[in-house]
């Protein structure tokens, strides 16, 4: 079932379940060749007082981990910070692996939230790990799915 041009049906990134204060053991992954954007949708009930929960976002170059040609298999989306610019030099910016995302509840009800994501066109797969990292010991629920733009 097409819900809009251009955009395929949903993808169960994470079920419904608990939270653990580690990442998540096997993330599911998603497909996304020429994907850009992808929206997540993430659905979190949180266990306790001050509950959030983390995602990390990983992207791979390859369709499978077999098809992979040295060791990196998954990676860390970046960010850059833009240097400072001064006549007559070189501007040095710097990069970093953006690591987790963190949504901390406003509420005991549950909560949805929609983050979108660019990608680049030569990204193969898509995978995101959940911990809640607010109050572990009363850990929330969360659900994750992404549509994905068919480009």
Known sequence: ????????????LRADAILLG???AAPTEMQ??????ITLYLGYIRGGAAG????LVEVSPYSTDAGALGTVVWAY????QVGAFAAGADTVSGLQR???????????????????????HTVERIRV?????GNVGAPGTCEIIAFQDAG
Not at 77 to 80: K, L, Q
Not at 106 to 113: F, H, I, K, L, S
């Open 1 to 12: 079932m097409e819900f809009y041009p251009g955009v395929t049906p949903v993808t169960e």
């Open 22 to 24: 580690a990442w998540d």
């Open 129 to 133: 790990s959940a911990r809640e990292s």
């Open 52 to 55: 959030a929960v983390d995602l």
């Open 98 to 120: 953006l690591g987790p995302i963190t949504y901390t509840a406003t509420g005991a009800g549950q909560e949805n939230v929609v983050y979108s994501l660019e990608v680049e």
């Open 77 to 80: 989306r970046g960010v850059e």
């Open 32 to 37: 996304c060749v020429g994907s850009n954007p």
